[in-house]
């Protein structure tokens, strides 16, 4: 009995560990016209050399999660929309795309099912380290591409501290803005005030990106109510916040999603993210004032005033 059950335990792993290679959500990655995939994984080593040449070294590094999105959406929800959205792009102006990333900051949402939640030591290094890579690579031009919230703080902190030693890349990080015309065409398609987390607008983008796991008739099992509980405690910041407002882990109602909503958020943030591309293509302005300030700091006395 205990070889049988050993020997099914090895099988297991050995096809978990084929589905991972194939890529966490499965599905032939876009290519451009020449049929050059964009996604790293799928690429052949010389095709590889090819794509940093074609993407005249830019990757895009899109980060997700895996945690709880109500009682209706997937755990990898903010990976999924965060790849839709990148590699979309990334077919219309040719870019590397980096292999499924969930390394998060989420200790937020530990007390709920599914949850993987890293330390802040190893999702700070690990960051750092596959952008070491990368750039070792030959590709000088990284792009986080966020789709988890948790991450705004962690994220921002991480690219001000690529200053903190010479590097040869720069790491940008797109932040998308919701412009005039499509926050008006959103308010009129949107049903409830709020709709963050797991609410109608990211019910809505998943009902685009993956409507298979979208289970909207279980949205109402659970509340997505603001408790407020730390409302009568006034100009404050702490850890357990988001707890105290929604333990369910889980804001608004998601039963109002529709698919059109969701093309809308997804498209609006595609188009900013081709601009974005676009320009770093072309412009090396970042990299030429990285390395005027790495100069500078060696000699502060001597900096021009």
Not at 44 to 64: H, K, W
Not at 99 to 120: C, R, V
Not at 133 to 139: C, L, Y
């Amino acid at each position: 009995m205990k070889q049988k059950r050993l020997t099914f335990i090895v099988i297991s792993l050995s096809t978990l560990f084929i589905f991972t290679a194939a890529g966490v959500f499965a599905g032939k990655g876009p290519a451009c016209s020449s049929g050059l995939s964009v996604k790293w994984g799928e690429l052949t080593a010389p095709d590889f050399i090819e794509a940093v040449e074609r993407s005249t070294g830019l990757c895009l590094i899109p980060i997700g999660v895996f945690e709880k999105h109500g009682p209706h959406l997937p755990l990898g929800t903010d990976l999924i929309d965060v790849r839709e959205i990148t590699l979309r792009a990334a077919k219309k102006d040719y870019a590397l795309v980096f292999s499924e990333y969930y390394f998060s900051q989420i200790l937020e949402a530990k007390h709920q099912p599914g949850t993987i939640a890293y330390s802040p030591k190893l999702i700070w290094d690990i960051l750092q380290e596959t952008c070491d890579e990368i750039s070792r690579n030959g590709i000088k031009k990284i792009v986080l591409v966020n789709g988890h919230g948790g991450n705004n703080n962690f994220l921002h902190f991480f690219s001000q501290a690529q200053l903190e030693k010479q590097r040869d890349y720069c790491v940008v990080l797109f932040r998308p803005q919701t412009g005039p015309i499509v926050a008006e065409k959103v308010k009129k398609l949107k049903e409830t005030k709020n709709g963050g987390h797991a609410g109608e607008t990211e019910t809505s983008m998943m009902q685009v990106s993956r409507p298979d796991l979208v289970h909207i008739d279980h949205a109402r099992e659970q509340s997505g109510q603001d408790l407020a509980r730390l409302k009568h405690i006034p100009t404050n910041f702490t850890g357990i916040f988001w707890y105290a407002k929604y333990p369910n882990h889980y804001t608004g109602d998601g039963s109002y999603a529709k698919p059109e909503l969701g093309e809308l958020l997804i498209n609006s943030q595609v188009d900013q993210l081709i601009d974005l591309i676009k320009i770093l293509k072309e412009d090396g302005t970042i990299l030429n004032l990285q390395n005027r300030f790495y100069n500078e700091c060696k000699n502060p006395l001597k900096t021009k005033q």
